[in-house]
């Protein structure tokens, strides 16, 4: 597996993978949110094997110096066979690189809330219906140093 630079012609990759994913883990209004923020979405990258686009995701620093996670998804078929890790620890890994995160949060469902459970997330805070009816938004904070 391999990460890059997301580049413009990954769109339609990236809005099936989402499509994919819905309405199981995104709620189908997201959708037009999603193709928005990749219009100008920053750190923003793609996992690749044997060519085929795996999975994406990004980060981005907010105004409190913190590093947010966002966008990170990967192909629904595809689920469960190491690739989030693999996103997550890069994604990580170039947070790092870039030096200037305080600390890494993220904002995501019920459904994925495990997943980051097992990373070292912790749930700072639970929206009920926050996303969608029957998407709760969780909110959740890196434990560990960044650094
Ligand atoms: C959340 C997501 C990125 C996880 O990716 P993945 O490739 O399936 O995860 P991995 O295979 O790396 O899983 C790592 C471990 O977490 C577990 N895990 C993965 N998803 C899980 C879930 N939803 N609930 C509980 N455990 C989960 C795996 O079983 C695995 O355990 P193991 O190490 O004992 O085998 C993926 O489910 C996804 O793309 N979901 C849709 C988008 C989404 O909700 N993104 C969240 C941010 S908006």
Known sequence: MDIRPYQADDRELCLDIMRGNTPE??????????????DDPGEYF??????RTLACGGWAIKPDGTASLCWGMVVHTHHRRGIGSYLFRERMR??????????????????????????????????????????????????????
């Open 94 to 147: 170039l947070i790092r690189e870039d030096g200037t995160a305080s600390a890494v949060k993220l904002v995501t469902s019920q459904h994925s809330r495990p997943f980051y459970e097992r990373l070292g997330f912790t749930v700072t805070g639970i929206r009920p219906e926050g996303f969608a009816p029957g998407l709760d938004a969780v909110d959740m904070r890196w434990d560990r140093p960044v650094s």
């Open 25 to 38: 883990f995104f709620a189908p209004e997201e959708l037009a949110e999603f193709a928005e923020f990749l």
């Open 46 to 51: 793609v996992v690749e094997e044997d060519g």
